[in-house]
């Protein structure tokens, strides 16, 4: 089974500032890399695919980069809608397995 | 519009059963492949099962194999997740979700989940 191992836990950070979250996998996956966001008593929802595809009506200030092992999702701009936990995935292999989550704070 | 909505979840003692449900609509559910993702209380996610749109493939976690049994009826609109022998360690929130055409393990729609608690 892949591993996959989210940094930091927790991130800091002011509205208005960049945010920078990384993903590696403990074997290659690719590019079958996803991200998701999941706000308190939601269900997660789809940001990126392929590493770096936005999903449908995903905002341009997310971006998703890297192939193979090490991966980033950046959020250029934060919006208070912003702040949550997100989550990588690789759906390369099975089973299927996500990070432990990044949580996106107010500083 | 997509909607998943799950049922089935409560508080049921260690060794027992549940059979969750979860109600399909707003796409063609049986072109559609499933699974169900789970997540333990204050924790992350955790892939649990998956089935191709003709019930043809069938696969799952390791911590659940043997014990959980997924299964559909693409005539009514259903998803459904039979689950024997609970242990506390499978309490947690199920949710449904849809993968995205061609992407078996890449989920864009997920229902709102439904609470196990396994517990005596």
Redesign the interface.
Known sequence: ?ILMTQSPATLSVSPGERATLSCRASQSVSSNL?W?Q?KPG?????LI?GASTR??GIPARFSGSGSGTEFTLTISSLQSEDFAVY?C?Q?NN????????TKVEIK | EVQLVESGGGLVQPGGSLRLSCAASGFTFSSSEMSWVRQAPGKGLEWVSYISSSDSTIYYADSVKGRFTISRDNAKNSLYLQMNSLRAEDTAIYYCARAIPGYRLLFDYWGQGTLVTVSS
């Not at chain 1, 939601?42 to 789809?46: T, V, W």
């Not at chain 1, 099975?94 to 989550?101: E, R």
């Open positions: 089974e996803a998701y999941q939601q269900a997660p929802r789809l695919y999903a449908t989550y995935q759906y099975w089973p299927s397995v996500f990070g432990q989550g």
